[in-house]
């Protein structure tokens, strides 16, 4: 069992910039990847960002590219997303979740963290 708790998020005003950190307790051994989804009112939750647990190798959905930066810190088992040059469409409930080598899918989910860009 994994658990997650994110925090970092609030309100900012467009063009700035908010750093999301998501910790990570319990059975961390055998997580492939971590990710940070978002979901605004109205819309399907999507993939925002993934960091492989080792190795590091990112990835970054077009619409963030260049803005957000997602990092992990295994010694504290943290995994941050800074969020830079932010947009009011990037209004979201953001969670960060785990993805598991045994189940290949993203099955233990944090709480989400409120962050509001207005404009």
């Known amino acids: 069992q994994v658990q997650l708790v994110e925090s970092g998020g609030g309100l900012v005003q467009a063009g700035g910039s908010l750093r999301l950190s998501c910790a990570v307790s319990?059975?961390?051994?055998?997580?492939?990847?971590m990710g940070w989804f978002r979901q605004a009112p109205g819309k399907e939750r999507e993939i925002v960002a993934t960091?492989?647990?080792?190795?590091?190798?990112?990835s970054y959905a077009d619409s963030v590219k260049g803005r957000f930066t997602i990092s992990r810190d295994n010694a504290k088992n943290t995994v941050y997303l800074q969020m830079n040059s932010l947009k009011p469409e990037d209004t979201a409930v953001y969670y960060c979740?785990?993805?598991?080598?045994?189940?290949?899918?993203?099955?233990?989910w944090g709480q989400g963290t409120q962050v509001t860009v207005s404009s």
């Open positions: 960091i492989y647990w080792s190795g590091g190798s990112t």
């Open positions: 979740a785990t993805r598991s080598r045994t189940t290949m899918s993203y099955d233990s």
């Open positions: 319990g059975r961390t051994f055998g997580l492939l990847s």
